[in-house]
């Protein structure tokens, strides 16, 4: 059974930086494109930032120059560097595949921003 494990959130200042972690076990992941999803109090969960199994990242508009995905697959990790941060970036972010099916949701990690 896949295990998605997300941390790295916390509370920052508008301006600030965070950068999350997804440490993925029982899978190989490095087979996937993965992907970093938010969900806002009351929104809809959203997909922020993607990667492919060969490393190339693609953007929601909204975080586009902003954010930066990667991934470590040797250690099953993939990243998330949250630069510029802003109120409107508030969510629980989450890491899973890109495309259907999804493994397990994991706990997600809690970005806070304030302005």
């Known amino acids: 059974q896949v295990q998605l494990v997300e941390s790295g959130g916390g509370l920052v200042q508008a301006g600030g930086s965070l950068r999350l972690s997804c440490a993925a076990s029982?899978?190989?992941?490095?087979?996937?494109?993965m992907a970093w999803y938010r969900q806002a109090p009351g929104k809809q969960r959203e997909l922020v930032a993607s990667?492919?199994?060969?490393?190339?990242?693609n953007y929601a508009d909204s975080v586009k120059g902003r954010f930066t995905i990667s991934r470590d697959n040797a250690k099953s990790t993939v990243y998330l560097q949250m630069n510029s941060l802003k109120p409107e970036d508030v969510a629980v972010y989450y890491c899973?595949?890109?495309?259907?099916?999804?493994?397990?949701w994991g706990q997600g990690t809690q970005v806070t921003v304030s302005s």
């Open positions: 899973n595949r890109q495309d259907l099916p999804y493994f397990d």
């Open positions: 029982g899978t190989i992941v490095r087979f996937y494109a």
């Open positions: 990667i492919t199994s060969g490393g190339t990242p």
